[in-house]
C-alpha cells in the first residue's frame, strides 16, 4: 500500500524512533497551516511498512492535542463582582488542546480593559495584562492537567482578578517559590503533552513556566498567587486597578454588590427587564427593582423609553 508523496501538511516516519524529529514536522506544519497529518509506519517514499505502537499515552496524547474524538472541556465566565455568583457571559468549549489555547485566549483577550499609546503618528493597543503572561499561564495550565479527572479547565473573568484553572493538584515537591528562586528540574506530568507544547511553541522555555511567569508579571507590575487545591491547581492574575488621568476626580464608589451586579447587567444588556435581572443575580424583583432606584437616584443610570418597556441609558 501506497499513501503517495508527503505534501505541507502531510508528513511521514517510518517508526516512533523518530519522535522528536516528527514532533518538530507537526508542530511547524501546525504553526504554518493550522492543520496536518502525520503517519508512523510509512517510508518516505509513502510506502506503508508497519509500526507497532506499545505506549497507548502516545496515542491518547495526540487525540487530546490534535484530534476530535476525545476533546477536552473548558469552562468559561464573566463574574458582575469578583465572587463567583452573578454571571454575564457563560460558555463551555469542547475541542482539542491545540485549538482550546487558541479559544481561551482569544476569550480573554476579548473581555479585558485594553488602552491606547500614540508615539508619533503610530497607534498601539496594549491589554491591562500582557499577552505573554496569559499565554504562558494558559499553556502551563494545560500541560500539566490531569485528564479524565472530576473537574474541567476553567477560566473566571472578574472586576479584580482572572483565575485559570487547571484539573489536578500541583504536580512537583516542590514549591512554585523554589522554581522561581532556584534552577530546578521541571517534574512533568504529561511529558509528551509539554514536549508537543514547547515544539510548537506554546511554551516559550520548556520547563520554565513559574520563573518565566513570574519575571514577565514583575516586568509588567502585575500581581498574581495560586491555590493549590485537591482536585486542582488555580492561578490568579490580579487585574490592575483603574486609574483617571486627573487626580481631582474622586471616583463614586457607594454602591453595594447588587447594585454594582446590576449595573454591570445593564452595561452588557441596557434594555434588560427586572425579571431578567433577577434571574442572572438570584434576587426578588424588588430587589433589582430597588437596586434600579438606588442607581438612578445616584446618577448611574437613567430610564429612556416607556416605563413598560424600558431601557436604561449609562450615565456612569
Known sequence: MNLGKETETLEFKKTTGEMKEAMVSISSILNKHGIGTLYFGVKPSGDVIGQDVSELSLRDAGEILFGN?????LKA??????EKLTFLDM????????????IA???ILKNIRWRSEITGTEREEIPEIP?????????NSFAHAIYNGRTTHEICIHPGMITVYSPGEYA???????YIKDNIESEIRNATIAKILYLSKSIEQFGSGFKRTNSLCNDAG?????E???????FVIYRPELQSDIPSVTLDVALNGTEMAVLAILKQKPDSSRDEIADKISKTVRTVQRALDSLRDKGYIRRVGSKQNPVWEILK
Request: charged share 30%; proline share 4%; net charge negative.
Open 69 to 73: 474524538t476525545r476533546p477536552v472541556s
Open 77 to 82: 465566565g464573566i463574574f458582575a463582582t469578583d
Open 91 to 102: 460558555k463551555l468549549f469542547e475541542d482539542n488542546i491545540y485549538n482550546l489555547l487558541n
Open 105 to 107: 485566549e482569544e476569550y
Open 131 to 139: 499577552v505573554a503572561v496569559i499565554r504562558e499561564v494558559l499553556a
Open 172 to 178: 512537583s515537591k516542590h514549591k512554585p517559590e523554589e
Open 222 to 226: 502585575i500581581k498574581y498567587s495560586y
Open 228 to 234: 493549590n487545591r485537591e482536585n486542582g491547581f488555580k
